[in-house]
Each structure stands twice: as C-alpha cells, then as structure tokens.
C-alpha cells in the first residue's frame, strides 16, 4: 500500500506515514487505493478478525503474526466481548463505542495506534524517541494518553483548551499517570489548540532541531492515517451484527448518523463505503458549531463565526482537519486545489468547493444539527421513553437522525454512532433528565448511577479520587516553546 499526500504527488508506505502523521508539505495521508473486501467473508467473525482483514491491506508491510498480536492486545482491555456492540430498541439502533478504557470512541483506533507507530519504527529502523503531539478537544487527549502512557520508546504531549473540555474529560487528562506522558491547558479552544500543533509540524527548522536532539515528532490525532483507519473496522462490525440478528439480510443498503467535529469518525465510514460497504447515507451530525452543516447546504466552508462552547464539547470544531481528505477523494486527487482551498481557509476563513464536487459529496452525505437545547430535550426523551441514557454527543445524533427521517421519509436501517459514555458528561446529562443541581459532574456520577440504574466504571471511581498530576497552562502563541521546554 502506498499512501499519498492530499497537497502533492508525495508518497509514504504505510510505516513512514504513520510516524510522520503528517505529510512534509502539510497534507494529509489517504490510500492510493481502496481494497475490497468481501462481505459474505465477514458476517461471522469476531470484532479481532474482522479487525485483521479489513487493517490489513491497509498495513501490508508488518507480518501478519504482528498485526495480529497487536488486535489482540489492543482490545483486550475493551469491557464488551464484541467491543462496539449495537443496542436497539425501537427504531434507534445505537453502535456503542465507548466500551474502551477511557469511555469514548477514540479508545478503538488509539488503542491500535502505540502498537502501530512502534511497529513501524521497527520497520523503519528508527532508534530517535517518538514525541507523540496531539490537540484535543476532550476524547483524544486522554486516549492518546492511556494508549501511550510508558511505551518504550515514545513521549506523549497533549494541548487541550482549558475552558473547552466537560470537568470529567478534564480530570481524566490532569490525573494521567506515566513517566512519558504530558498534559497542557491553553488559554484559547480547540481550533487554536489544533492549529498550534499543525504549525508545529509544519516548522521545519524547528523539527530538525528536534531531530538533532533525536526526537521524532508523529501525531495521534486523526489526522494520522494510523487513527483512521482502525475506525473502519465498527462499520462493518455493526453491519455484520445487524445480519446476524436478521434486521437486515445480506447485501442490504445501511445508513451511518455520525455526530462529528473533525470529520474523522464519518469519513472512516466514507473509507468503509469504498470498501464495498453499501452505505446509502452518512448522515453528519453537527452541534451548534454547525459549519459542516452549512457547507453540507451550500457547498461553501466558512469558519467566520462566533466559536460557541456547547454541552458536546469534542464537536466544538469550526475547523474539519479530515475534510481535506474528502476533498482530496471527491476532486480526484486535485491537489492543487487542496493547496488553494487550504491557503483560503487560512488567509480568508472561507473556500468553495465546484458543481461536480459538491454533486458527488451529496450522494453520499447529509447534514443536520442540533441546538443546545433541542440535545437536552433529547437526552430526556430517550431516557422517558426507553430508559437508555444518551451522553450529549450522541443525543444530537439522534435528534438529526429524527429530523433527517421527517425531511426524507427514507426508512432505510439506520446506524446512530454513540461515542462516549454519559458519565463523561453527567452534569450535563443529570440536568437534562432530573433538572439543574448545584452539585458538580464529579458529586453527581453517583447520583446519576443511582437514578438511572447505570453501572459506574471503577477506573472512573479511582481517577474521581485521584490527585492531580499535570496543571501546566500555556498561551496560544507559546505552545511550540512549551513543547521544547518539555523535551528539554
């Protein structure tokens, strides 16, 4: 397999693109084909097998023993024997991705990634340690910190925004244990956070001085090829589980409702469909920073809008890293283009996109969002109906798979990605269901374990009496001199 930059004809086999991350010339890696898997092959296998045949084509160059054993380990620690189960009831078929250690969905592609990264400077004969620079907005951050926490070999520096993340997801990150892992508050939200990290790889001078210290910058967010496509796999897991349990026969279409900020989780789905899985729709679901939304309206990507701090926080992106990729796939591979759109965004915070991409992007994709306060109605909702407890993210999800279904009529099967456990929000999910309380997301957890009849994880139990380990906070502009002060 070989991997090209969205922004050049540069190419990387599957180890040199997985420790850089990111291109030299700032794009991103996406495969320069898409193998086809056959679905009959794959209805009854484990999450593990399903795992292997659909990574590795993908990962040719590492021995299949090898990528085996990291499948293994990497879901091992996963609480449901089928990993990403899919719980139905009623018209709602929601694929569960939170089962990981740190309760959100980054936990299926970040538990992969150590194994992968140190495989490839196996095969790559790297010996300089592995810095692995990360921007999150809340989910990322601590999975990239539990998947890398003293892996030989690696050092781990995670940016967050410090007013942008819920108080869990927070303590989650400050109280990480490890000798290699560092956590970093910046006085600004995700998209600056985001943006810094970018700039950062971006410096070359800066990257081969690191490399003269033999430091080796690589990233964990999913702009890493090595985080994306791990994410193929629970497509096709919920698809198969939907054939064995005779919702759907074999060959039939399934639509994916995908609540999403980076672009990341839907196009992972995208990749999934040029795999041979018959998706009709990917139905993308926005918070109020609805500008995937908008473009999805009017085939214009503008980013000039009030930044808003919603209760599904991990959605609160104006800036789509992973659209690049989709541009790069629906332009056919026009890479100047790429570069214009690119420069666009960031001089003028706005690009277009032409009639026959924006054609080709509506066959596959719909867009829908949902308000601060229709996601609370929602939460609610589900909870007076059916008892089932949805976390923000994932009850605007639900509310856009409703609106899409009255504006469509399309009564195809229909997945809803729940990507993180109502725990990791429960102010903001106790509120929603029982009404506004005084008392914090950490005091209510009992509460709404209590109420709802929900099992509390015992790691979450231990991190809520754990003290904090990392309390660092750097300006906007500073993050480049805190990432040498840390390697330093």
């Known amino acids: 397999m070989k991997y090209i930059s969205t922004r050049s004809n540069q190419t990387a086999l599957p180890s040199e693109a997985v420790l850089k991350g990111i291109a030299s010339d700032g794009g991103l890696f996406v495969p320069e084909i898409f193998p086809s898997v056959p679905l009959s092959t794959l209805v009854h296998k484990s999450y593990q097998d399903l795992c292997f045949e659909i990574m590795s084509p993908?990962?040719?160059?590492?021995?299949?023993?090898?990528?085996?054993?990291?499948?293994?380990?990497?879901?091992?620690?996963?609480?449901?024997?089928?990993?990403?189960?899919?719980?139905?009831?009623?018209s709602y078929h929601l694929l569960e991705l939170f089962h990981?250690?740190?309760?959100?969905?980054?936990?299926?592609?970040?538990?992969?990634?150590?194994?992968?990264?140190?495989?490839?400077?196996?095969?790559q004969g790297v010996k300089d340690?592995?810095?692995?620079?990360?921007?999150?907005?809340?989910?990322?951050?601590?999975?990239?910190?539990?998947?890398?926490?003293?892996?030989?070999?690696?050092?781990?520096?995670?940016?967050?925004?410090?007013?942008?993340?819920?108080?869990?997801?927070?303590?989650?990150?400050?109280?990480?244990?490890g000798d290699n892992v560092h956590v970093v508050a910046i006085d600004g939200n995700f998209d600056d956070a985001q943006n810094g990290v970018k700039s950062i790889f971006s410096d070359k001078e800066f990257?081969?001085?690191?490399?003269?210290?033999?430091?080796?910058?690589?990233?964990?967010?999913?702009?890493?090829?090595?985080?994306?496509?791990?994410?193929?796999?629970?497509?096709?897991?919920?698809?198969?589980?939907?054939?064995?349990?005779?919702?759907?026969s074999l060959g039939d279409p399934i639509n994916f409702v995908v609540p999403t900020g980076n672009f990341g989780n839907?196009?992972?789905?995208?990749?999934?469909?040029?795999?041979?899985?018959?998706?009709?729709?990917?139905?993308?679901?926005?918070?109020?920073?609805?500008?995937?939304?908008?473009?999805?309206?009017?085939?214009?990507?503008?980013?000039?809008?009030?930044?808003?701090?919603?209760?599904?926080?991990?959605?609160?992106i104006l800036i789509s890293s992973n659209f690049e990729r989709l541009l790069y796939h629906v332009s056919q591979g026009d890479s100047q283009f790429i570069n214009d759109a690119m420069k666009d965004l960031s001089t003028k915070g706005t690009y277009e996109v032409t009639p026959s991409m924006k054609k080709a992007i509506d066959e596959d994709f719909f867009g829908g969002y949902c308000t601060e306060e229709e996601t609370g109605?929602?939460?609610?909702?589900?909870?007076?109906?059916?008892?089932?407890?949805?976390?923000?993210?994932?009850?605007?999800?639900v509310k856009v798979y409703d609106d899409y279904v009255k504006e469509t009529g399309d009564?195809?099967?229909?997945?809803?990605?729940?990507?993180?456990?109502?725990?990791?929000?429960?102010?903001?999910?106790?509120?929603?269901?029982?009404?506004?309380?005084?008392?914090?997301?950490?005091?209510?957890?009992?509460?709404?374990?209590k109420k709802t009849d929900l099992i509390i994880p015992a790691d979450l139990l231990q991190m809520c009496e754990s003290d904090d380990r990392h309390t660092s906070v750097c300006g906007k502009e500073d993050m480049k001199n805190c990432v040498n002060e840390i390697l330093s």
């Open 100 to 123: 990981g250690p740190t309760l959100a969905f980054k936990d299926v592609a970040l538990s992969m990634l150590p194994h992968l990264m140190t495989g490839s400077a196996s095969i």
């Open 207 to 248: 990257n081969e001085t690191l490399k003269k210290k033999n430091h080796l910058l690589s990233s964990a967010n999913s702009i890493n090829i090595g985080r994306l496509v791990p994410q193929i796999v629970y497509y096709f897991a919920s698809y198969s589980q939907a054939v064995q349990e005779n919702q759907i």
């Open 266 to 316: 839907i196009l992972a789905g995208y990749y999934a469909k040029q795999m041979g899985l018959p998706i009709k729709k990917l139905i993308c679901a926005s918070n109020e920073n609805n500008v995937l939304y908008d473009f999805f309206a009017t085939g214009k990507y503008n980013k000039n809008r009030p930044f808003i701090l919603t209760s599904s926080p991990s959605m609160d």
């Open 129 to 177: 340690e592995i810095v692995v620079l990360t921007a999150t907005s809340g989910d990322t951050g601590k999975a990239a910190l539990e998947g890398f926490s003293d892996v030989k070999g690696t050092r781990v520096v995670v940016f967050y925004p410090k007013d942008g993340v819920s108080t869990i997801q927070k303590k989650q990150m400050t109280t990480q244990k």
């Open 58 to 90: 993908y990962f040719d160059e590492f021995p299949e023993e090898e990528l085996v054993s990291y499948i293994q380990q990497a879901y091992a620690k996963f609480l449901s024997p089928r990993v990403t189960p899919t719980v139905s009831f009623d």
């Open 377 to 397: 109605a929602t939460i609610q909702k589900i909870y007076g109906q059916f008892g089932y407890v949805l976390d923000p993210h994932t009850a605007v999800a």
């Open 411 to 449: 009564d195809t099967h229909s997945v809803i990605l729940s990507t993180a456990s109502p725990f990791k929000f429960t102010k903001s999910v106790y509120e929603a269901i029982f009404g506004s309380s005084s008392e914090d997301d950490i005091a209510l957890i009992s509460k709404l374990a």
